[in-house]
C-alpha cells in the first residue's frame, strides 16, 4: 500500500492549541519548531484506508541531524483522510493529544539542553491502552484476555470514555 506525505511548517493550528493549553505552554516558551506531515495511505485498487491503527497520529522527535537539514523539531504525522473529514474541536483534539505526548526533559528543576541548543525532549507514553487478537476474543468470549483488558480499561477509564 503506497502511503503519500504533505508536509506543512510552522502550522498555525498547533500554536493556537499551545496558547489555548496552559500546560503546553513551555513548548512556545523554548521555541519547539513542528511541523505536521499528513500520511495518506491508499491500496493497489485506489482505496483510501487509515494511516495508522489505533490514534490517527504518530509524533516523531527528530535527531540532531534532522533538526539540522529539515529545520524542524517535532514531527506530527497525521492520517489526512481523518483530519479532512473531523470538524474543528476533532482536529484541535488530534493536535492537543500530539502535543500532549511531548515532554521536556529537566534536571534540577532547569530544563536539559542538547549539544545543538534545542531542549532535550521526549515522549509520554500512552496511558489507555487496549491490545488483543479478535480471534481468540471471539472464541473464548469472558474467558479471554482481551475481554479481561477491555472491562480494565472501561473499568479505569469509565468516567472520560462513557
Given amino acids: 500500500m503506497p502511503k503519500s506525505y504533505t508536509i506543512e511548517k510552522n502550522p498555525e493550528i498547533i500554536d493556537w492549541v ?10 512556545k516558551e523554548y521555541n519547539i519548531r513542528f ?3 499528513y500520511v ?12 495508522f491503527k489505533s490514534l490517527p497520529y504518530k509524533v516523531k522527535l527528530n535527531s540532531a ?19 479532512e ?14 502535543l500532549n505526548q511531548i515532554v521536556i526533559k529537566h534536571k534540577d528543576g532547569m530544563p536539559i539542553f542538547q549539544d545543538d541548543g534545542v531542549v532535550k525532549l521526549v515522549l509520554k507514553r500512552p496511558d489507555m491502552i487496549f491490545e ?7 472464541k473464548y468470549k469472558i474467558k479471554s484476555p482481551e475481554h ?8 479505569d477509564f469509565n468516567n472520560i470514555l462513557f
Fill in 18 to 27: 499551545i496558547e489555548e493549553n496552559d500546560n503546553l505552554a513551555e513548548l
Fill in 35 to 37: 511541523a505536521i506531515i
Fill in 40 to 51: 495518506t495511505n491508499t491500496t493497489s485498487d485506489g482505496e483510501v484506508v487509515p494511516a
Fill in 65 to 83: 541531524k534532522d533538526r539540522c537539514i529539515k529545520n524542524i523539531d517535532v514531527e506530527i504525522y497525521i492520517d489526512e483522510s481523518y483530519f
Fill in 85 to 98: 473529514s473531523a470538524d474543528s474541536e476533532e482536529k484541535e483534539a488530534v493536535i492537543y493529544g500530539a
Fill in 132 to 138: 488483543g487478537f479478535s480471534k481468540c476474543a471471539e
Fill in 148 to 155: 479481561k483488558a477491555f472491562t480494565q480499561l472501561t473499568t
